[in-house]
């Protein structure tokens, strides 16, 4: 049996050690020691791509922001969905990762950043969304771990009131918001519905055929026509405790 190598390893903006292994054709990433993502767990990564891109069919050049690079799985179907004049933007924190992409991880999805249709922005997210009024008919984030960091604390700000309505912002007409999530987040999930979109939410499988280990997708829009269908629908909204803490209403 081949043994687990690492491979690369690289500090987090907090401070922690994150580490690429591979194992004959399966590669690892950890935090900390804690497994952040593994290439034969890639199915919610494709579901996130196929959830919040299923509205743009038939779009000739929709323009679509990837939050999170990961192992490529998500630019991979999202490129595979999109017409050749679509355009991708790709936001990454830690140039590590990109790097980690051209290299190592690209044959898992037949090197997706060489695609001329993507445009690679690396550094922070929320920025980048909040500069990009009306920029977007899609916005895909797969950040961390979801609502809840591992890597970075300061992603928090993404998941904040403040980040959401910076991504209902950055939408265009008729566009929708797709959030990962390794767990459910009911706070969260208000907080989308209390900004102002309707909200469904996928509970998907981690890889195909899983039925033990689920993940978990927010698919969100001010025009709740153009939502996927199925999923489960929230209840009623109500204050979460970042607006309780600010005051806003």
């Not at 049996?1 to 990433?29: N, Q």
Request: proline letters at 5%; one cysteine or more; glycine letters at 12%.
């Amino acid at each position: 049996m081949k043994p687990k190598v690492r491979i690369a390893s690289v500090r987090t903006p907090d401070g922690g050690e994150m580490v690429l292994y591979r194992h004959d054709h399966d590669f690892w990433i950890t935090i900390n020691g804690q497994d952040l993502m593994l290439s034969r767990q890639h199915e919610s990564e494709l579901e996130l791509a196929r959830l919040g891109c299923a509205h743009l069919a038939g779009r000739k050049s929709p323009r679509i922001l990837i939050g999170g690079l990961g192992m490529g799985y998500t630019l991979r179907q999202a490129l595979d969905m999109l017409s050749p004049h679509g355009h991708v933007v790709v936001g990454e924190l830690l140039g590590a990762v990109v790097e980690w992409n051209r290299g190592y991880l690209g044959e898992l999805n037949g090197h997706p950043l060489r695609d001329k249709r993507v445009d690679l922005k690396t550094g922070d997210i929320v920025e980048l969304i909040s500069l990009s009024k009306s920029g977007f008919d899609a916005i895909l984030l797969d950040i961390d771990n979801g609502p809840r960091a591992m890597t970075d604390s300061g992603n928090g700000r993404l998941y904040g009131r403040e980040g959401v309505l910076a991504s209902l912002r950055a939408l265009r007409q008729q566009g929708c918001l797709a959030v990962w999530s390794a767990e459910p987040n009911k706070e969260f999930e208000q907080r989308l519905i209390n900004c102002g979109f309707h909200v469904r939410c996928f509970r998907v499988p981690a890889y195909r055929g899983s039925k033990a280990q689920s993940r978990f997708i927010w698919v969100a829009s001010e025009n709740k026509n153009i939502l996927p269908p199925g999923g489960g629908e929230p209840r009623l909204p109500f204050k979460d405790s970042s607006e309780r803490a600010t005051g806003s209403g």
